[in-house]
């Protein structure tokens, strides 16, 4: 069996809307835009939450001491900052943000 490219697929809701092979130590904003996927965002480095979006499958690279654009609950819902936060392989990024 041979190994696949890892790739990051973008959803709103169930309607899948775009897909992109990860890249290396790039955050999954990188990869939506190769994607054709526009994420909204302000400051770019995780401090405004503005790129929220929920994380279906896989897994991502926390930082130890989270953003101030998250916070643990909001990780435990599935949510993860897509301006840098990086993939860990394979995954499915819903656009919409998880419900409070």
Do not use: H, Y
């Not at 302000?42 to 998250?70: H, M």
């Amino acid at each position: 069996m041979s190994e696949e490219t890892p790739v990051i697929r973008f959803f709103r809701g169930s309607k899948p809307i775009g897909v992109a092979a990860v890249v290396a130590d790039a955050p999954i904003l990188e990869m939506a835009e190769i994607a054709g996927v526009t994420i909204p965002t302000n400051c770019t480095s995780g401090n405004c939450g503005t790129c929220l979006v929920t994380l279906r499958e896989g897994k991502v690279e926390l930082p130890e001491d989270l953003p101030p654009g998250l916070d643990e609950e909001l990780v435990q819902l599935g949510g993860t900052l897509t301006c840098c936060i990086k993939p860990i392989g394979s995954c499915d990024i819903d656009l919409i943000p998880p419900a409070w």
